[in-house]
């Protein structure tokens, strides 16, 4: 399979850095776009690599950047419309939007303040797409990442307290980013199959109630759970969002977990 030039757009986050290496060990060249002033530290050191600090404000300089390049992953990304724009000015035939994560394309997701950038950005996508025949797209939706989630206390506290929503039992689908990172890399075998579709992947079909009882057994340590519903989350969040923006992040972080719970947003993927 021949290489090609990939641009990784938030390079250095949580899904970006695993991506540029698959893509570095399969042979291709990849440039990573960071921000102005950022050290981009966190990178691997790889020949094939390079790195272009970009002004994410200017669609003519992200359009010079990218010239030449095959497909643009973007990763973490609030907004994106103008690198759509600056892809299709480069010329570049394939665009991963930022939608790792929750299926924003669900409804019931869709709702949730928390996923209105993803949401404007992929409708701005499919737009583009349809005005310019020769430029596609791939959204991937892993549902939550299992084993950042577990580092960072995103699914299971290293304190040993949890918030339980609804009795903890509903099932929901989780992806390593290994296994993100070579749903990624393996597009560029299966271009036509891919083109401008979801493709939906999970590694383990878990709950609340099992990721606790493993962490249990791990430590053998008890834990000092909570037990709420996402109604009631669902409703105190959003009157709390309704009084301000102040340190709104702490006024959505809650609602945005929970919703991974929700009984009709919780992704279940299964094989087709």
């Not at 021949?2 to 698959?22: D, L, N, R, T, Y």
């Amino acid at each position: 399979m021949s290489s090609m030039k990939v641009a990784v757009a938030g390079a250095s986050g949580a899904a970006g850095i695993p991506i540029i290496q698959e893509l570095l060990a399969a042979g291709h060249f990849v440039i990573a776009l960071t921000r102005v002033g950022s050290p981009g530290s966190r990178l691997p050191k790889h020949p094939h690599l390079g790195i272009a600090e970009v002004d994410y404000d200017s669609i003519s300089s992200l359009t010079e950047t990218l010239k030449g390049h095959t497909a643009v992953v973007a990763c973490g990304l609030l907004f994106q419309d103008n690198l759509i724009d600056a892809s299709i000015a480069a010329g570049v035939t394939r665009f991963f939007p930022a939608k790792f994560g929750t299926d924003t394309d669900n409804p019931k997701a869709a709702q949730l303040p928390v996923f209105a950038n993803k949401i404007h950005a992929f409708d701005y996508l499919k737009d583009k797409v349809a005005a310019n025949p020769e430029f596609s797209y791939t959204a991937f939706c892993p549902g939550m990442f299992l084993d950042w989630g577990l580092e960072h206390g995103f699914l299971v506290d290293r304190k040993h307290t949890a918030t339980v929503y609804d009795g903890g039992g509903l099932p929901f689908s989780t992806t390593t980013l290994p296994t993100i990172s070579n749903a990624v890399v393996s597009i560029r075998s299966q271009l036509e199959e891919t083109k401008n579709r979801h493709v939906y992947i999970h590694d383990a079909l878990v709950t609340q109630n099992q990721l606790i009882a493993i962490a249990k057994k791990i430590d053998g340590k008890e834990w000092d759970l909570t037990h709420t519903t996402t109604a009631s989350t669902e409703t105190s969040a959003y009157e709390e969002l309704q009084k301000g923006q102040q340190d709104i992040a702490k006024k959505i972080f809650p609602r945005c977990t929970s919703s991974s719970w929700l009984r009709d947003t919780a992704e279940t993927f299964q094989a087709v």
